[in-house]
């Protein structure tokens, strides 16, 4: 099993951030701070709010991704090797649970090697912000074997429920575990009955009710909270109804890829067009197929529990993704990496296939195991190079999904940072005609004009964004940070603090915009405490240092504004503004040596 992952997933440890949401999900999650200590000191000065973020922010996948940059830093391979031993250890669980179930090391074996190659588990592995789902599944898993052993022995069954709690403080999805061990207590004793295993643990599954109650409302409390707006803003198509009636389609659409993989996709945003209704004709042939896998889970329940367990599992552990609450989760059509803990119900399904041969034909059945493993092995290894930087995720990311928005405003940022221009402007106007009902090109289009200076273009741009219903809830706060920057640029620093008065806008990027605001209109009592606010998030960001030091020297705290300019200058030695500024703090106070050197050098910078 190790000699498998590392073959399929070492070629992963070469890829470095895709523009997909892998900074987000590193930095963004943790706040916006770039350290260990700075994440921790942000739980320690708000601590009952800390708790009650535990499960709705996946707090434990969060100080796994801050542990990873306490040891390795930006050097990504280390953060893909945690990937890659997290993904291990849950292929080894996965092993220990099925060996168990089916009372077989080589039915365990077939089962976890399945598990680990299946093509579909690329996106959680070879990603980083994947991490959420690996690490939960990892739990899962060991959660399911511990309440395994509690059937033999009652003092596992504390594990199993701390393991739980902690597999949703990493992914909120496994919220349906304990459904598992209702239906794993019935497997092992099938004769007893649901009705048996019930009774004998009865105490424990009402607690464990209350609790997930109380995570489901805390959850939808904190989304409303988010992305205040109309309900319609909430649900793929504008309606609960539209997206009940799409969902038949995405659900067949995941069983094929749990049993086919053969065209695998990073997006699907805009793959999905919305039904009108449940006799849309194309979702009739979708509801037909899944009565027909739930009648089969039916008829298996009397002879085969285990066939039918298999499928229990990958309905429950697929159940948090169906679209049935009024959350921005609804705004992900499909994603591949929802898939990963329910390819252990195909696994348990192809073990027991593997050993109906097996029993017949031993050699026959390791020859198809071994090819079998050897194809996803490949395909696993093809897909993970697929991440290795942004332009080749992005650029196959368009040949997947050609129908899709997202890959080509994202294809559209790889090729912005790598200088091309002439490009960018193009694929992020195709990518907003693609996706009318998505804000998020015409942002990153406007930014663009922004920074060309077409400040009219930009609002224009902005007003159509704004106009769309998410660009009135989930994404309202970069359209009026950009807003605002349009009015700063015009030299109307207070219009633009009216765009910045929204109580969700307190993020490190409005808070160095605000302070800068409120600095030009000469209230700095106010401007300082948002500057500081901003830099404690990014410490080395040189603008928000340069920024900063300009009020306190204004303060007459020159001592203390020379350290943050040195500290700027040499996080951006080519930035003439920070060594001039630093020049004068160092001539106010009386360095005439020092400030000398540092104009001198913003000469031959700037010259």
Not at 161 to 184: D, H, I, N
Not at 222 to 233: D, I, N, Y
Not at 322 to 329: A, K, N, R, S
Not at 370 to 383: E, F, K
Request: net charge positive; hydrophobic share 50%; charged share 20%.
């Amino acid at each position: 099993l190790l000699f498998a992952v590392l073959g399929a997933y070492g070629s992963s440890l070469d890829n470095g951030l895709v523009g997909f949401d892998d900074a987000a999900a590193i930095y963004g999650d943790l706040g916006g701070t770039k350290t260990l200590g700075a994440w921790t000191a942000q739980l320690t000065a708000e601590p009952l709010r800390a708790v009650g973020r535990i499960f709705s922010r996946r707090q434990l996948t969060n100080a796994s991704k801050a542990a990873d940059l306490a040891m390795f830093g930006e050097d990504w391979w280390g953060h893909h090797a945690m990937n890659v031993a997290y993904h291990l250890a849950a292929v080894l669980l996965a092993f220990a649970v099925a060996a168990s179930l089916l009372n077989s090391t080589a039915g365990g074996l077939a089962a976890a090697l399945v598990f680990s190659l299946h093509p579909v588990q690329v996106e959680s592995v070879a990603y980083l912000g994947g991490r959420r789902d690996v690490l939960s599944g990892l739990l899962c898993l060991l959660s399911f074997r511990l309440w395994q052993r509690s059937l033999e022995n009652a003092d596992a069954k504390s594990a199993a429920t701390a393991s739980w709690l902690a597999a949703m403080a990493a992914k909120q999805s496994a919220v349906t575990l304990p459904a598992l061990w209702l239906a794993g207590a019935w497997a092992y004793r099938p004769v007893e009955g649901l009705a048996g295993a019930w009774r004998r643990n009865r105490r424990l599954y009402v607690g464990l009710a209350v609790v997930v109650a109380i995570v489901v409302v805390f959850h939808l409390v904190q989304e409303r909270s988010a992305t205040p707006g109309p309900s319609a803003a909430s649900w793929h198509g504008g309606s609960p109804w539209n997206q009940l009636a799409t969902e038949p389609r995405v659900l067949l659409h995941a069983l094929r890829l749990l049993v086919w993989p053969s065209r695998l996709s990073a997006d699907y945003n805009g793959a999905f067009s919305p039904s009108l209704s449940l006799l849309d004709p194309r979702s009739i042939g979708p509801l037909l197929a899944l009565l027909v896998t739930s009648l089969l889970a039916l008829f298996f329940s009397r002879g085969r529990p285990l066939t039918a367990f298999a499928l229990v599992w990958i309905a429950a552990t697929y159940a948090p993704m169906i679209h049935l609450l009024p959350t921005t989760h609804n705004l992900e059509s499909f994603a591949e990496h929802w898939l990963y803990l329910p390819v252990f119900g195909v696994a348990l399904l192809s073990a027991q296939l593997f050993l109906y041969a097996y029993r017949r034909a031993p050699k026959t059945a390791w020859a198809s195991l071994t090819s079998l493993a050897l194809i996803m092995g490949a395909r696993t290894d093809a897909r993970s190079r697929v991440w290795r930087d942004d332009l080749t995720f992005w650029t196959q990311a368009v040949q997947d999904c050609p129908n899709c928005a997202r890959p080509r405003a994202g294809m559209a940022e790889a090729w912005r940072v790598r200088g091309r221009s002439d490009k960018v402007e193009r694929l992020l106007a195709q990518a907003a005609e693609l996706g009318p009902t998505d804000p998020r090109p015409l942002i990153s289009l406007a930014a663009l004009q922004l920074e060309s200076g077409r400040l009219e273009q930009a609002e224009r741009t902005l007003r159509e964004a704004w106009r769309i219903p998410l660009g009135r809830t989930a994404f309202s706060v970069p359209i009026q940070h950009h807003l605002a920057l349009i009015e700063l640029r015009r030299g109307r620093p207070r219009q633009a603090l009216r765009l910045l008065r929204n109580r969700n806008m307190m993020t490190p990027g409005t808070a160095h915009l605000s302070g800068y605001c409120w600095f030009l209109l000469g209230e700095y009592d106010k401007a300082e405490p948002r500057l500081r606010y901003a830099l404690a998030f990014n410490p080395d960001d040189a603008s928000i240092l340069n920024d900063l030091a300009i009020l306190l020297s204004v303060l007459g705290r020159n001592d203390e504004a020379a350290r943050l300019l040195e500290r700027a200058a040499d996080l951006a030695p080519l930035r003439a503004d920070i060594l001039v500024n630093l020049g004068k703090v160092h001539t106010e106070r009386k360095d005439y040596i020092s400030a000398h050197m540092r104009l001198a050098r913003a000469t031959q910078t700037a010259p």
